[in-house]
């Protein structure tokens, strides 16, 4: 990790280049291949399959990155409180996507934990920048409010080797499940 490296709050301005970071480190990462298994789809427009979700993540005003953008941390408050923002137009989606992310979201929604926590929802690193400590300085400002409101840290993720780093940086395995209709399998892990 460069020694000068500091944390700080991502702009509006950056949302390209958060988008085409975290398109890069979620390259194959199985449930954004499974709701866009096309390649061109996946890697349009640098990123764009991002580009709403990282508005509304910015508007919680919690997102985190690097000075030129190569990894990018998403946190939502505790409560998970909505946005209201506007997100520019929605793209469409065929209906075996909406089924795909409405089967996803009713699985997190019952993996979620009922205590107050705040929600990790995007850590993205270029594979360029990846195992330099930018990830763990990005969650570290967060884990440090955490717990300074004695609150958890929760996540979702979809593979043993991220279960493994997240179990490094504190978090314990909450719940596990197969997302329906074909879905990856996740865990739901908890840091306290």
Do not use: K
Request: net charge negative.
């Amino acid at each position: 990790m460069p020694e000068a490296f500091i944390p700080r709050r991502a702009t509006a301005p950056e949302i390209p280049r958060l988008c085409l970071t975290a398109m890069r480190a979620f390259s194959d990462d199985p449930v954004m291949r499974w709701l866009y298994p096309d390649d061109a789809e996946f890697e349009a427009d640098r990123g764009a399959v991002f580009r709403i979700a990282m508005i509304r993540w910015l508007a919680h005003g919690h997102t985190w990155t690097t000075d030129d953008g190569v990894a990018v941390a998403a946190w939502v408050p505790p409560g998970r409180p909505d946005v209201d923002v506007d997100v520019g137009p929605i793209p469409d989606h065929p209906a075996w996507r909406l089924a795909r992310f409405d089967a996803l979201r009713g699985v997190m929604t019952s993996n979620t934990p009922p205590e107050p926590h705040w929600y990790l929802n995007l850590l993205a690193t270029h594979p360029d920048w990846q195992r330099q400590g930018l990830g763990a300085a990005l969650m570290g400002v967060m884990f440090e409010r955490a717990e300074a409101d004695g609150l958890a840290c929760y996540l979702e993720t979809e593979t043993a080797a991220n279960v493994a780093y997240y179990m490094h940086h504190g978090f314990e395995i909450r719940t596990e499940w197969d997302v329906p209709t074909g879905g990856p399998h996740m865990w739901g892990m908890l840091r306290i």
